[in-house]
């Protein structure tokens, strides 16, 4: 019988509480596993600011939600923090949800729900993070700012902050079922 044991961290709740916890986890489990490219979502730019500089030298790719998502515009990334990522060498993608899309139009205004939002709130039965997880992989694929033949580190939140950390074999979205979800490094038990 062939077996690996491993490790999986629990926070007793979700939020920007254990971003500094879960980027150093994740920097001690990517030498270890040598994994060199890291996907991270950041609305504002704190949390990409943060991973830039714990994951320095490694292929990082800061992923933001589009423009005009949520209001007020302060959400958005901010300036402040857009240059801290980018002098860190790590790179900012900016661009529309994989899992949503023109979906959540179809959903707001016919009030019908589509595949890819059915697919969303399933991985949501995980936790907000991740749903965030997969969701930034795909668009950082599609994007061809990390591999699809070799497995990543996807880092997500729920709401503010980073609380989730998968292992990740990458997909394109027009493959969305080759990608696989291979280990949960840390995630909230409440969400």
């Known amino acids: 019988m062939s ?6 961290v629990y926070f007793k709740q979700a939020g920007k509480e254990n971003t500094d916890t879960l980027l150093s986890l994740v920097k001690k489990y990517a030498e270890k596993e040598e994994i060199h490219d890291i996907v991270i979502a ?3 730019g704190n949390t990409g600011a943060k991973a830039s500089k714990t994951f ?4 990082t790719v800061v992923v933001t939600h589009c423009f005009g998502f949520q209001e007020p515009r302060k959400t958005e990334l901010q300036e402040q923090y857009k240059k801290e990522i980018l002098k860190n060498g790590a790179k900012i ?5 994989s899992l949503s899309s023109a979906e959540r139009a179809i959903r707001k205004n016919l009030g019908t729900v589509q595949s890819l939002e059915l697919i969303a709130h399933t991985l949501r039965l ?3 993070g991740t749903k965030v997880c997969v969701e930034i992989t795909l668009m950082a694929t599609d994007a061809g700012l990390i591999p699809a033949d070799k497995d990543v580190i996807a880092i997500g939140g729920t709401g503010r902050g980073a609380d989730t950390a998968l292992r990740i074999k990458p997909a394109n979205s027009a493959r969305f079922f080759d990608l696989k979800i291979r280990e949960v490094i840390a995630k909230p038990l409440e969400f």
């Open 56 to 59: 320095k030298g490694l292929n």
């Open 93 to 97: 993608f900016t661009g529309t949800h």
């Open 126 to 128: 995980m936790g907000e």
């Open 3 to 8: 077996m690996i044991k491993r490790e999986t």
């Open 42 to 44: 950041s609305t504002t």
